[in-house]
T-cell receptor, first 108, second 113 residues
Framework: QQPVQSPQAVILREGEDAVINCSSSKALYSVHWYRQKHGEAPVFLMILLKGGEQKGHEKISASFNEKKQQSSLYLTASQLSYSGTYFCGTVRLNDMRFGAGTRLTVKP | NAGVTQTPKFQVLKTGQSMTLQCAQDMNHNSMYWYRQDPGMGLRLIYYSASEGTTDKGEVPNGYNVSRLNKREFSLRLESAAPSQTSVYFC????????????FGPGTRLTVT
């Protein structure tokens, strides 16, 4: 089953913060976050592993609640370049599923 | 380094025709993947290859076959294209499965009429 992302879309002004959520109905091994700009390939942002390890970019933060099978991506002091669609991918037993995406628009 | 390359970038097929999408990576990654992306939906895994010589089905494998030709190359074949296979196809690679970031190719936009 695909993970569920919320919200589906969000519009921000430069400098504002946003939180994107990702939840799964099944126990997870890891959660991946990617950003995709229109017409381009997805680009890696972060991986959160069971046990608390994180791999990713310094300016991006995220959390992973293993008990609730939920992850959240925190975007602070948003910039115009943050605009795009954010996907979470959940991994269990070599099975990777992506959510439908959250479209983020940052306006000047 | 080119990263992950895919050919062709665009393709139009008629129902019943066959074609092979090519993917190559120059990062010495062990694992490779094929996804499809449809409007309003996330990426769906078609097939993956954990390492050279192995391939496994993903979420939506029906109508597709794959070949891991060597460590660098992973191809996706449509034997008899159907309109439902109209999509954007992405190839990706990673050092290993699961806990390693995936690097995506630029995509192939396929239309089946």
């Amino acid at each position: 089953q695909q993970p569920v992302q919320s919200p589906q879309a969000v519009i921000l002004r430069e400098g504002e913060d946003a939180v994107i959520n990702c939840s799964s109905s099944k126990a997870l091994y890891s959660v991946h976050w990617y950003r995709q700009k229109h017409g381009e390939a997805p680009v890696f942002l972060m991986i959160l592993l069971k046990g608390g390890e994180q791999k990713g970019h310094e300016k991006i933060s995220a959390s992973f609640n293993e008990k609730k099978q939920q992850s959240s991506l925190y975007l602070t002091a948003s910039q115009l370049s943050y605009s795009g669609t954010y996907f979470c991918g959940t991994v269990r037993l070599n099975d990777m599923r992506f959510g439908a995406g959250t479209r983020l628009t940052v306006k000047p | 380094n080119a990263g992950v390359t895919q050919t062709p970038k665009f393709q139009v097929l008629k129902t019943g025709q066959s074609m092979t999408l090519q993917c190559a990576q120059d990062m010495n990654h062990n694992s490779m993947y094929w996804y499809r992306q449809d409007p309003g939906m996330g990426l769906r895994l078609i097939y993956y290859s954990a390492s050279e010589g192995t391939t496994d089905k993903g979420e939506v494998p029906n109508g597709y076959n794959v070949s891991r030709l060597n460590k660098r190359e992973f191809s996706l074949r449509l034997e008899s294209a159907a309109p439902s296979q109209t999509s954007v196809y992405f190839c990706a690679s990673s050092d290993r499965l699961d806990s390693y970031e995936q690097y995506f190719g630029p995509g192939t936009r396929l239309t089946v009429t």
